[in-house]
């Protein structure tokens, strides 16, 4: 029933196409990415499909490095909820990049251990190293410099999460050696996370 | 050093592989909660007294007691292993290196409430944790520990991992419950606890990953001695992280007899040379500071309670002379202030409010009058919001203003941070 006359709440009202820009190339997960999608989409009962949001934007994100308002639309799609409400977890959690970012993401923690045992040079360091500020991407387009709260390493400070991988205890000295590292080698430059319990196999 | 139970292993190759577990006595427990009744385990769980290892230290037996279990909709557990408090990290050192017991807890917990699916939520940054626990899922599957007819009992149970995307927020039990919806991590208004409308409105137990781990611990040794070791009501092990200014930081396993001076001058080696001890917080960056004079307090729930503080999630930040607590104050709000979730609005703009003047304060612009409306701000802030992100978001601030006024003071007095240590950056990129 409608409350305005020139308002009909029927069956359409809430199907609105208002929301959500066509923003960026056209969508579509890749035959493999695809395939993911489905194993997990799995792992949730029946009519929860929504429950795999964020797996799903994950694999967007693998597959074209940020998400675009059609890559919304797209996982919207395939669970059927509206594009609104895959915006609203976008814009929401702070792992999603709505915006192209470099070859590497580095998340420096700044949060309290981290700070104590010098992040703040450590940041300090990488912007003068790569001439950007925190949030921003080099003109090569192969560093994205960004500052994220505690990480949950506190004991291996100060903490840089590289993309998906961990580097721990760099200090402020060290940094420029990582970058010319990381350019060089690639991912084989970051310590990774078990630094000093597994003996004899990092 | 005591004995460890729960950490006993981690620092030995092959530790996380099933083979290893079975050879120390992995799955034992399992086995013999599956030999009881449901209610047989929730009572043995009951009578050890294990407290919830999250930060609220709420018995996890009653939890478990809670779930409605003549509700006709499905049951679920959800392990919350969204650890985000600043200056905790003894759940990624277990999901790391000792998946399988988390493992074993996630399916007798199941067990005993009635649960078929157990998801463990783990945070977004924890790209390798989730490669750890989908291994030893895989490897459970394969032997029959999880999945169809668990060990020939009939019981059927699917363990899965959910990870986040970033918000400290969803380590709050009914924002974590939105979160594995496919929503903001928001919290709902409580009541109805999760344990009746939970998970897709069914009833779910929502459980710490230490406290899921202690689990198998309880049937395996039995639950009277897990309540003797450590003082009344706060039995069993229990990690300590700590982290700052010490020598050795790092996850340390010990009974709660501990006491603080134990854990940070014994295990962790003290500060460092030349230093001397400023302050410490007890339970991470939500709960009050603890001055030297209180190092003797027992490390347990009650005994941090009893010295004015909150065990909470047992990260203990160590502080050293160096530290300046306007910033110590003014790097916690900046992680409130970007990590709430924005549902209530005293929480989502009085963090904002009480980052900036305590940035303007750090600056050397601040002003006497600042330090009235710091507490005004915080007063209208705790205990006003749907959960308890609020009373921890004003902690660092009324907490540092009731120890180290004077701090304060002096940085409007003297027009400038009268503690600028050289670990910190002064100016430049930070001035945003």
């Given at each position: 029933?409608?409350?305005?006359?020139?308002?009909?709440?029927?069956?359409?009202?809430?199907?609105?196409?208002?929301?959500?820009?066509?923003?960026?190339?056209?969508?579509?997960?890749?035959?493999?990415?695809?395939?993911?999608?489905?194993?997990?989409v799995a792992r949730y009962p029946e009519g929860r499909q929504r429950s795999t949001v964020l797996p799903a934007l994950y694999l967007v994100q693998y597959q074209q490095g940020y998400i675009t308002g059609n890559a919304m639309r797209y996982v919207a799609d395939l669970l059927q909820i509206t594009a609104?409400?895959?915006?609203?977890?976008?814009?929401?959690?702070?792992?999603?990049?709505?915006?192209?970012?470099?070859?590497?993401?580095?998340?420096?923690?700044?949060?309290?251990?981290?700070?104590l045992n010098g992040a703040e040079r450590v940041t300090e360091e990488m912007c003068?190293?790569?001439?950007?500020?925190?949030?921003?991407?080099?003109?090569?387009?192969?560093?994205?410099?960004?500052?994220?709260?505690?990480?949950?390493?506190?004991?291996?400070?100060?903490?840089?999460?590289?993309?998906?991988?961990w580097h721990e205890c760099l200090k402020p000295e060290d940094v420029g050696r990582l970058v010319d590292e990381l350019r060089a080698r690639g991912e084989a430059a970051v310590s990774g996370c078990h630094h000093d319990v597994e003996p004899g196999t990092t | 050093m005591s004995e460890t139970f729960l950490t006993k292993h981690v620092r030995e190759p092959k530790c996380v592989t099933l083979d290893f577990y079975l050879a120390h006595a992995g799955y034992d427990g399992l086995k013999k909660a599956l030999a009881l009744t449901p209610d047989q385990v929730i009572d043995a769980v009951k009578t050890s007294g294990l407290r919830g290892r999250g930060g609220a230290g709420f018995p996890a037996g009653m939890k478990w007691q809670f779930v409605d279990k003549k509700s006709p909709n499905?049951?679920?557990?959800?392990?919350?292993?969204?650890?985000?408090?600043?200056?905790?990290?003894?759940?990624?050192?277990?999901?790391?290196?000792?998946?399988?017991?988390?493992?074993?807890?996630?399916?007798?917990?199941?067990?005993?409430?009635?649960?078929?699916?157990?998801?463990?939520?783990i945070r977004g940054e924890f790209f390798h944790v989730q490669r750890v626990l989908e291994g030893a899922i895989d490897e459970a599957y394969a032997?029959?520990?999880?999945?169809?007819?668990?060990?020939?009992?009939?019981?059927?149970?699917?363990?899965?991992?959910?990870?986040?995307?970033?918000?400290?927020?969803?380590?709050e039990e009914t924002a974590l419950l939105e979160s594995l919806e496919g929503k903001r991590a928001q919290p709902r208004n409580k009541p109805p606890f999760p344990a009746v409308v939970g998970l897709y409105n069914c009833p779910t137990a929502v459980n710490n990953v230490e406290t899921l781990c202690n689990v198998p611990l309880i049937l395996r040794e039995g639950p009277e001695w897990f309540a003797e070791l450590g003082p009344e009501k706060n039995g069993g092990p229990k990690l300590y992280c700590i982290s700052g200014h010490v020598k050795r930081p790092g996850v340390y396993e010990a009974s709660m007899n501990i006491t603080l001076r134990e854990?940070?001058?014994?295990?962790?080696?003290?500060?460092?040379?030349?230093?001397?001890?400023?302050?410490?917080?007890?339970?991470?960056?939500?709960?009050?500071?603890?001055?030297?004079?209180?190092?003797?307090?027992?490390?347990?729930?009650?005994?941090?309670?009893?010295?004015?503080?909150?065990?909470?999630?047992?990260?203990?930040?160590?502080?050293?002379?160096?530290?300046?607590m306007v910033w110590l104050a003014e790097n916690l709000l900046h992680f409130y202030r970007h990590e709430s979730c924005g549902k209530c609005t005293p929480c989502r703009e009085g963090t904002d409010w009480l980052y900036k003047i305590l940035q303007r304060i750090e600056r050397g612009e601040g002003a006497l009058r600042d330090l009235d409306l710091l507490a005004g701000i915080s007063g209208n802030i705790g205990g006003k919001t749907l959960c308890a992100f609020g009373d921890a978001a004003v902690t660092p601030v009324l907490t540092t203003l009731k120890h180290f006024r004077h701090e304060y003071e002096a940085h409007i007095r003297e027009g400038r941070c009268t503690l600028p240590a050289d670990w910190r950056a002064m100016g430049s990129v930070h001035a945003h």
């Open positions: 029933m409608s409350f305005h006359p020139k308002m009909a709440y029927d069956a359409t009202f809430h199907q609105s196409v208002r929301t959500l820009v066509e923003e960026g190339p056209p969508f579509e997960y890749t035959p493999e990415n695809r395939s993911r999608f489905d194993t997990v609104a409400d895959v915006e609203d977890v976008v814009s929401y959690y702070s792992m999603f990049h709505t915006k192209p970012v470099g070859r590497y993401v580095l998340n420096v923690c700044r949060t309290l251990s981290c700070a003068a190293k790569l001439g950007i500020k925190p949030g921003e991407t080099d003109e090569t387009g192969t560093f994205t410099l960004l500052e994220v709260e505690c990480l949950g390493a506190c004991d291996r400070a100060p903490v840089v999460l590289i993309n998906d991988a | 499905p049951k679920y557990i959800a392990c919350n292993a969204d650890e985000s408090e600043p200056g905790t990290f003894k759940d990624h050192l277990l999901m790391e290196r000792n998946p399988h017991l988390l493992l074993e807890g996630c399916v007798i917990a199941s067990y005993a409430i009635g649960a078929k699916v157990a998801y463990i939520y032997r029959g520990f999880l999945g169809r007819n668990i060990l020939g009992s009939g019981f059927d149970c699917d363990v899965y991992v959910h990870r986040g995307a970033g918000a400290y927020e969803a380590g854990l940070i001058e014994g295990q962790a080696g003290g500060v460092r040379e030349g230093r001397t001890l400023k302050a410490v917080i007890p339970g991470g960056a939500s709960v009050p500071i603890l001055l030297p004079g209180q190092l003797d307090a027992q490390a347990s729930f009650d005994g941090i309670q009893s010295a004015g503080s909150l065990l909470g999630s047992a990260g203990i930040v160590v502080l050293d002379d160096t530290t300046c």
